[in-house]
């Protein structure tokens, strides 16, 4: 087994990080096999005992970190476990290896892409607010919406809460008397956010699926079927919110004095219409 830096094997077993490894060891506080070691030894973490101030240190073998992608239906809830009984997630993902856990959250009554994984730092990458990886929707509203409810709600809209959501990049692709159905893309990943947007224009959410994140589609995945990420889907994902890390740092530099919010640019079009404003 390849050797290691000391100070590096401490830190990435969580108990310190590297700069005060380096001054752990030096205050002569850390043996490996029970000899005193100086700053830049190294030491096999698999093999060689390590102990600081007298405790020895169970070494953990780097975890091997696992990407899945749910179709989630209807009726169950984003968690790992419920105290009401109810149907969770991880009753779809029985049969994998490790235990993993939701990326995010939709709610009981929605359904679609759902991603699972047993990789922190993926999964706060994902989740970061100002990251804004962008998330796909197939939205069906009624009464049906109107031309004024459409542009509002890609303008951006605000919720109960008082605050107000980013630009939305909404096609609508079912235009009926009763109903509408949207595709709307979104970038933030506020609580029920799409149902407190249509809320807040005076239309009820009756259906909402997640068809995509990202570059990261639903496809033929059937309801309560998954299937692990492909590389090049990680690959993308991890892209995306770096991209989205770019644009935060971009805004923010270009954000007025006195912190007054510039017009949004969402869009919006119906079926054979013009496009109205642009993407967002």
Same mark, same amino acid.
Not at 100 to 111: A, I, M, N, T, W
Not at 122 to 127: D, E, G, I, P, W
Not at 179 to 203: D, F, P, S
């Given at each position: ?14 108990? !310190? ?57 209807? *009726? ?35 359904? *679609? ?75 933030? *990943? ?7 947007? !249509? ?66 640019? *969402? ?14």
């Amino acid at each position: 087994m390849a050797q290691e830096r000391i100070q590096k094997v401490m830190a990435e077993q969580g108990l !310190c990080s590297r700069r005060a490894a380096e001054q752990i060891i030096e205050e002569g506080r850390v043996k490996v096999n029970g000899h005193p070691v100086k700053l830049g030894d190294k030491m096999d973490p698999h093999q060689d005992i390590l102990s600081v101030d007298g405790q020895r240190v169970d070494i953990e073998r780097k975890r091997e970190f696992y990407y899945y992608m749910l179709n989630k239906p209807r *009726g169950f809830v984003t968690t790992t476990s419920d105290e009401l009984g109810r149907k969770t997630v991880m009753d779809l993902m029985k049969d994998v290896p490790v235990r993993v856990f939701p990326v995010g959250r939709l709610d009981k009554d929605s359904e *679609g892409l759902l991603l699972l994984t047993n990789d922190g730092n993926f999964a706060n990458l994902m989740m970061h607010p100002s990251h804004g990886v962008s998330k796909l929707y197939r939205v069906t509203v009624r009464p049906r919406a109107t031309e004024e409810q459409v542009v509002a709600l890609s303008k951006g809209v605000t919720l109960d809460d008082g605050t107000v959501t980013q630009p939305a990049v909404i096609n609508v692709v079912v235009d009926e008397p009763e109903r509408t159905v949207m595709e709307m893309t979104i970038r933030e *990943g506020k609580n029920r956010e799409i149902r407190r947007m !249509c809320e807040a224009v005076g239309l009820e959410v009756i259906r909402l699926r997640r068809n995509a994140m990202g570059a990261v589609k639903l496809g033929m995945l059937q309801p309560g079927e998954y299937r692990e990420l492909a590389k090049s889907e990680l690959n993308a994902l991890r892209a995306a919110a770096q991209r989205g890390v770019g644009r935060a740092r971009t805004e923010a530099a270009a954000k007025p004095a006195g912190g007054a919010r510039k017009p949004a640019n *969402g869009a919006a079009r119906r079926p054979g219409g013009p496009k109205q404003g642009r993407k967002g």
